[in-house]
C-alpha cells in the first residue's frame, strides 16, 4: 500500500468510526428515552399496549441499529490498532461485543413487556399482582443488562482511550479525556447496581467525549505517521 493510499484508508476509516461512534450514541439514547417514557408510567402495563409502535420502534433502535454500529466500532479499528497492541485490540473487540449484546437483551427484555401488557389488558383485574411481578422482573431484567453491558463496554472503552493514546492517532488531550470519563462511567454503573442513582449525571462527561471525538474524526481523521 503506497503511502496516500494508506492515508486515505486511515481518514475514511476515521469518518466510518466518527459516523458510527454518534449513531450508536444517538440510536440508543433516543431508543431508551423512548421505551423508559413509557415503562415509568404508574400505569405502565395499559400504556405499553397503547404505544406498541414506540415501544417496537425503541426496541429496533437499541436492539439492531445500535448494536450493529457499535459492533462496527471495534472492527473498524482492529487493523489500526492492532499494530499498536494486538492483546488489548482484541481485548477491545471483544468488550465491544460483549457489552453490545447484553445491551440487546436488555432491549428484549422491555420488549417482552408488550405481550404481558396485552394478556393484562385481555384478563383485566384478574391476577393484577402477577402481572406487575413479570413486569418488575422484565424491567429489572433490561436494568441490570444495561448497566452490566455499560460496565463491560466503559471497560473496553478505557482500552481504546490507552491504544489511542500510544498511538497518537488523535490527540492526546481526547485520550485523557475519554480514559477519565469512561472512568467516572463504570463508577456510575456500579453505583447504580447498588441503588444509588448517578448514572445519568456520571455518563456526561464521557458522552460529551464520544460526541466531541466522533466530530474530531469527521473533520480530521486519525493523525497518519510520515
Known amino acids: 500500500m ?16 466518527g459516523i458510527f461512534f454518534l449513531i450508536a450514541f444517538l440510536s440508543y439514547g433516543i431508543g431508551s428515552g423512548l421505551i423508559d417514557s413509557i415503562v415509568s408510567a404508574p400505569d405502565y402495563l395499559t400504556e405499553i399496549s397503547n404505544n406498541r409502535t414506540t415501544i417496537v420502534f425503541g426496541a429496533c433502535l437499541i436492539a439492531l441499529i445500535h448494536t450493529i454500529v457499535n459492533i462496527g466500532l471495534p472492527v473498524i479499528m482492529l487493523p489500526i490498532l492492532k499494530p499498536y497492541n494486538k492483546t488489548l485490540t482484541y481485548g477491545y473487540l471483544g468488550a465491544g461485543i460483549t457489552g453490545t449484546i447484553l445491551l440487546a437483551f436488555g432491549a428484549i427484555f422491555l420488549l417482552l413487556l408488550l405481550p404481558l401488557s396485552e394478556e393484562y389488558i385481555k384478563l383485566g383485574a384478574s391476577n393484577e399482582s402477577n402481572f406487575e411481578t413479570i413486569g418488575i422482573l422484565l424491567k429489572k431484567g433490561g436494568f441490570y443488562s444495561y448497566q452490566i453491558g455499560m460496565a463491560i463496554w466503559g471497560f473496553g472503552g478505557l482500552l481504546l482511550c490507552y491504544l489511542l493514546y500510544i498511538s497518537k492517532l488523535v490527540p492526546r488531550l481526547f485520550s485523557i479525556w475519554g480514559f477519565v470519563g469512561y472512568t467516572i462511567f463504570i463508577a456510575g454503573t456500579i453505583l447504580e447496581l447498588f441503588g ?23 473533520i480530521k481523521g486519525f493523525r497518519v505517521s510520515k
Open 2 to 17: 503506497t503511502h496516500n493510499n494508506h492515508i486515505y484508508s486511515h481518514k475514511l476509516a476515521a469518518r466510518i468510526f
Open 196 to 218: 444509588y442513582e448517578l448514572g445519568v449525571l456520571l455518563s456526561i462527561p464521557g458522552g460529551l467525549f464520544e460526541i466531541s471525538m466522533s466530530l474530531w474524526l469527521l
